[in-house]
Structures are given as C-alpha cells and as structure tokens.
C-alpha cells in the first residue's frame, strides 16, 4: 500500500486493516495446514461481549469450532471499529475471549519474557514468578507500549489482561516467544498469575471491562461507603449530580465527588430524569413524581465495583 508507519487517521488504520487481515489469515492457514490443522478467522469488537445476543453467538460459534478441532484466529474488526467501541488491545481481546469460552488457562507472550519490579534493563530489576493476588504488583513499574512503535499494548495491557482473567476464575501465563516451551512444560519461567477462587459471575465482568461509560453519577461519601461495605444498591438519596446524556440500561460510572472511579452500573433511568431525584428518598419521589420513581438508580445486581 506504500505506508511506510503506522497512520494516524482511523480511515487508514481500516483501510490497511482489511488489506492486512486477509494476508495475516492466509499466513496462519497455511502454517496451520502444515500440521493437518484446520484455521478459521473470528472478527470481534466490543459489541460481541457487551450484548447478550451477540455474546452468545460468538460464544456458540467458538466452542462448535473447537468441537469440530478447528483452531480459531482471534482478531478485533479493525475495519468497522471505532475509538468509542474498540477493544482498545489485543492483550483484553484475549481475556475476555477466555472469559467467553470458560478457557482453563490465558497464554501470553510478549518481547518481555516475565512481569519485573522495576523495568526489565534496570540492573535491579527482579522477576515477578508469581503474582497470587494482581493487587499485589499495583507498585510494580509498569512499561508502555513496546519500541517496535506498532504495538498498542504493554505491560499495563498484560496486568489489565490478569485482572480479568483471573477474576473469572483463569490463570494466566506471561512470558516470551523464546521461552513458551519451558513455560508450558512447567519450568520456572515467565510469570505466572493465579486465578482468584472468589470469582465474579461473567455479567459483572462483562460490565466492569467490555462496556462502554455513557455517563457519571457523582455520589456523596455516605454512598460510597453503602457501596463498598455494605453492597447495596446506589439511591438517589445518595447522588449529588449526573454527567453525561443517557439512556435507561446504559453502563454509567459511579464516581466520587474528587472524581475517583467507585463502580459501574446499569442505569434504571435516563440521564434527563435523574435531576429531579438528587438527594431525595425514594418515597418521597414515589410520592411526588409516581410509583414508578420508587426504585434504585442502580440495583447492587447490576454495579460492579472497580
């Protein structure tokens, strides 16, 4: 195509996507055929995981290609995608596949062979071997996108990939192209992170890294405090303001009056609703407003906390 660097434009990038994922199936293909293996193509955006329908669906043709021993290629739809509903990165791609599958463990290599404390050409720096909790590495020096100046990720990509991963129940390997064999045999290589045994359903981990924020609910301290300690529901006694325009059943963030991300939920009404309810108990919104103002802004079923 004569692009000598990565474009910055979107139309570009899609243009150069639907060029390029014919090519890169077609490598696959045949490298698979080599082996007496059959390679399929699956293109997803968020869409796929965000949406029951689709979810099922992408879920239902990935385990009828694994019964039928076909291997699925994996890619996001870099030709319809968006800013606002990309996956964003290959290394959360991967995670929320596994979460959609039920996959029993998440492979990753990267140019770094293991997770270190501090970056990996530093004279000081140590590998990380295991990772039980990934709340444990939050001090960890964390690198950005690699130098290549193509790749999108990084190690921040890879722990955000744990996160997922091993909240649903799925441990994750971390570690190099060189150094996959020895890892997968078992060998003390690489970083391995360890599921977590008390494991959030698949809903609420669809909601808190596959759904898109349409809005905010600024929330009080007396809120927060119900929300993380208690784990009820968010009222609109305990909401100060809202931003952002809305529809009912949008994910929305709950946020602090400082800003800070407490949760995310599925709200009960449309943004342009929600004004008149600040502060105020839900009888006396039934009272004035109607039986149907008696509710939760975001029942505790719907909100997960981040």
Not at 6 to 11: G, W
Not at 148 to 177: D, N, Q, W
């Amino acid at each position: 195509m004569g692009i000598k660097i990565r474009p910055k434009d979107l139309a570009t990038k899609q243009a150069a996507a639907a060029v390029g994922q014919g090519l890169l199936i077609h490598r696959y293909t045949e490298s698979f055929a080599r082996h007496g293996i059959t390679a399929s193509q699956i293109l997803l955006t968020t869409q796929d995981v965000i949406h029951r329908s689709h979810y099922q669906n992408a879920q239902r043709t990935l385990l009828r290609l694994h019964a039928l021993e076909v291997v699925p290629i994996i890619n996001e739809n870099d030709t319809v995608g968006t800013q606002e509903i990309r996956f964003g990165d290959n290394d959360r791609l991967a995670a929320l596949v596994c979460l959609l599958i039920g996959a029993d463990l998440l492979v990753l290599i990267s140019d770094i062979d293991a997770l270190y404390d501090a970056p990996p050409k530093s004279a000081n720096a140590r590998r990380i071997s295991t990772v039980d909790s990934v709340r444990d590495i939050d001090e960890a020096t964390l690198g950005g996108a690699g130098s290549s100046g193509v790749g999108s990720g990084g190690m921040v990509t890879k722990v955000e990939a744990a996160r997922i991963s091993t909240g649903a129940g799925i441990p994750m390997l971390l570690t190099s192209l060189e150094k996959a064999g020895q890892a997968l045999r078992g060998e003390d290589v690489g970083t391995y992170f360890s599921a977590q045994p008390s494991k959030k359903n698949s809903r609420l981990l669809w909601l808190a890294h596959a759904s898109t924020s349409h809005g905010r609910l600024v929330v009080d301290d007396g809120a927060i405090a119900a929300l993380i300690e208690r784990g009820v529901s968010l009222l609109p006694a305990g909401v100060t303001s809202v931003e952002g325009e809305f529809s009912a059943g949008d994910a929305v963030e709950i946020v602090s009056k400082t800003g800070v991300v407490i949760a995310r939920g599925l709200v009960a009404f449309d943004s342009s609703e929600i004004p008149q309810m600040l502060g105020r108990s839900t009888k006396e919104l039934a009272r004035e407003l109607g039986a149907e103002f008696e509710r939760e802004l975001v029942h505790r079923d719907d909100l997960v906390l981040l």
